[in-house]
Structures are given as structure tokens and as C-alpha cells.
């Protein structure tokens, strides 16, 4: 495993993270020991940054983290999300911050998050959504930053609204964040235009999610495919989503099969060396949810760069439709 750092934090990440949405549910069936031993592979196998969130099982996925981190010596990067108090998601222009991230609200989810991971201080607190209408009045911020100075939270961060990543830029230039987190896969290249730069201009970390686009860019959804009802992906590719999304993935894949490295590396490796090719990019968080995946997305991780030949191509099969989990 390599590592990298994560902004100005200077925290050294594993650039293969282990994202813990499935460990909370909203997947499918998740049994709690399968987790555990996902996780506890992942950790010997180099990984040491973790993303979870509150609202992953209502604190399921953060309970596992936490049970897992008191048996582990090593030291372990946990970044969680608090999301906004109840209303629309993701929050409309219209919403007041004072009334969705207040500081008493605040105050109180990022203590339960203390107590739900059992930590005194959380490594990295991220808002799990935001709108650009908040932006000039970041008042949740500076209540975060009010809580870091009192030890609760080491870093902050924002986990980027998908229609509209690029609103935490001009938070990054004004010094507010540690960290984003941020959707960038073989389909989603916009970050490419500003955000990344930025990144780089303001020592911002980067946790790139959805790496494999929910799994698609894995290669293994079939056309016709259908997910149970309490399965997210039912959702998400729901109608023809599902039928035009594996149209695309097979084109990626048969230029996959031309250039080097070719048949060496699968189509999950190629998704996750595509992420990491930039290196604005500190860590790149794949859904983990067994063994068998902690150890095929740990080894990417010690996989040789792709090809410029490959980059190049793969940059034609950008597709934007970020709006898919709003709606149609
Ligand atoms: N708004 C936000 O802040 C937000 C939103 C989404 C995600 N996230 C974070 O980002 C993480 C990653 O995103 P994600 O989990 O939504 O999607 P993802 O990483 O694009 O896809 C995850 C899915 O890919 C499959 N998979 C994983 N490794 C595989 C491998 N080596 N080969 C074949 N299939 C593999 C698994 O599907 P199966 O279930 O079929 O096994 C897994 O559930 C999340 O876990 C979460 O921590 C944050």
C-alpha cells in the first residue's frame, strides 16, 4: 500500500480507502461479523483511512468502526459525516444554514458521533451536504471550527452535493476546510476543470467516492439487472438507467482490451488507478463489504500506473448525469 497526504492536515492516508456506506445497510443484507472481517483485512493490509457517516444505518456502520478500532493498535484515519437537520436533501437555495447545521445541532451530532464511533476527538468531521447559498454565510463552519478548539474534532471538511461540487471552492480559497469529499470516476471527469486544481492551490484534501459509479465501473452489472427494493441501486438504476449504463461500461471495457495494461489489471483496478492518476487526489474511499473486495481493492493499490494511452482514452468516456440520485 502507498500513501499519501491528506491536504494540510498532513495526515498520511492509504491511497486505497475503505468506504463503510454498505457496512450500515441501504445495500442489501450486511451481516455484522462479514464487516468486520472486511475491515479488519482491509487494516492488514495497509489501509488506514476509514469513511463512514451518521446516517449509514443510523450509526451502524460507525458502531462496527468503532468496535474494530479499539482491537486495532495501529493508528486509524476515521473521517464520518454529520448531514444537515431535517428538510429537503439535497438542502434547496431556500434553506436558512442557521436552520439545518445550527450550533447547538451541531454541538449534539458531532457528540453523538463521538459516542457512537468511541472516540474523544473524531479525526474528520465532514458536512454530509451543502448548498452554494450558503456560502456567504458559513456560519456552520465557524461552529465547527468553535468545536475544534475544544478537541472535539481534529479536521473539517464538506462532502460535496453531486449537482453542484464545485460550491465548495470558493470555501477552500477562503481557508475553511481540511478536506472534501468528492464523486470522480471514469464517468464523472468534471472535477478535472476546477476542483482538483483548487485542491492543490489551497492544500485541501481530497477522499474521492463512487469510484466504481455504484458499482457499475466494476464491470459486473448485467443489462436487465434489477436490485431489490431496499437496495439503493434500485433507485439509482432504476428504469433504462441500468440498460445505458452497461451500453457504456462494455465500450470502456473493449478499450480497456486494447492498450496496456490490458488483461492484466480487471475493470475495478482500472477504475481505481484512474482516480488515483491524479495527484490532487489523496485517497480514494471504494464501497468495501467483504473480504474478497477488501483484498481486490487493497492490491490495486500497489498496481503500477495506467498507461498515458489508456488515460487518454478513458478521458472520452466521460458521461455527466449527477443528477440521477434527485430523480429521473
Ligand atoms: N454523499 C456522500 O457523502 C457519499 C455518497 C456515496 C458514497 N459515499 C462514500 O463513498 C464510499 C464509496 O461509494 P459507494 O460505496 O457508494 O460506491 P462505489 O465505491 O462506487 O461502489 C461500491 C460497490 O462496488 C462493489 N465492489 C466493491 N469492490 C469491488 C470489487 N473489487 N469488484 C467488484 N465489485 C466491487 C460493491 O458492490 P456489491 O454490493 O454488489 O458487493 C460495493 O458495494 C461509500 O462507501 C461511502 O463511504 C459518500
Known amino acids: 500500500m502507498k500513501y499519501r497526504t491528506l491536504g494540510r492536515t498532513g495526515a498520511s492516508v492509504s491511497e486505497i480507502g475503505f ?97 457512537t464511533l468511541d472516540v474523544d476527538c473524531v479525526d474528520l468531521l465532514q458536512l454530509h451536504t451543502w448548498t452554494r447559498a450558503w456560502n456567504k454565510n458559513p456560519r456552520a463552519l465557524d461552529a465547527l471550527k468553535k468545536l475544534q478548539g475544544e478537541g472535539k474534532v481534529k479536521y473539517i471538511g464538506i462532502s460535496t452535493p453531486e449537482h453542484d461540487q464545485n460550491c465548495v471552492i470558493d470555501l477552500m480559497r477562503r481557508g475553511y476546510l481540511d478536506a472534501v469529499q468528492i464523486i470522480y470516476n471514469i464517468f464523472h471527469q468534471e472535477p478535472v476543470a476546477e476542483l482538483l486544481p483548487a485542491a492543490k492551490e489551497y492544500n485541501v484534501g481530497v477522499i474521492v467516492r463512487v469510484a466504481f459509479d455504484e458499482g457499475s465501473l466494476t464491470g459486473k452489472y448485467r443489462r436487465g439487472q434489477r436490485f431489490a427494493d431496499d437496495d439503493f441501486r434500485s433507485r439509482y438504476f432504476a428504469g433504462d438507467r441500468i440498460d445505458r449504463t452497461v451500453e457504456r461500461v462494455e465500450k470502456i471495457q473493449a478499450d480497456v482490451a486494447k492498450l496496456p495494461p490490458a488483461g492484466d489489471y480487471t475493470l475495478a483496478d482500472v477504475a481505481l488507478r484512474f482516480v488515483l492518476a491524479r495527484p490532487e487526489v489523496s485517497t480514494v474511499i471504494p464501497g468495501i463489504r467483504n473480504v474478497a473486495q477488501a483484498e481486490a481493492n487493497a492490491a490495486a493499490g500497489d498496481l503500477p500506473p495506467l498507461s498515458d494511452a489508456l488515460l487518454g482514452k478513458l478521458r472520452e468516456h466521460a458521461w455527466l448525469r449527477s443528477f440521477w440520485y434527485a430523480g429521473k
Open 19 to 115: 468506504g463503510a456506506w454498505a457496512l450500515g445497510g441501504s445495500w442489501g443484507p450486511q451481516p455484522e461479523e462479514v464487516s468486520e472481517a472486511a475491515l479488519h483485512k482491509a487494516l492488514d493490509l495497509g489501509v488506514n483511512f476509514i469513511d463512514t457517516a451518521a446516517l449509514y444505518g443510523k450509526g451502524r456502520s460507525e458502531r462496527i468502526i468503532g468496535r474494530i478500532l479499539k482491537q486495532r493498535r495501529e493508528k486509524i484515519f476515521v473521517a464520518t459525516k454529520t448531514p444537515p437537520a431535517d428538510g429537503p436533501w439535497p438542502p434547496s437555495p431556500y434553506c436558512r444554514v442557521e436552520d439545518r447545521y445550527s450550533d447547538e445541532y451541531l454541538r449534539e451530532n458531532l457528540d453523538e458521533r463521538r459516542r
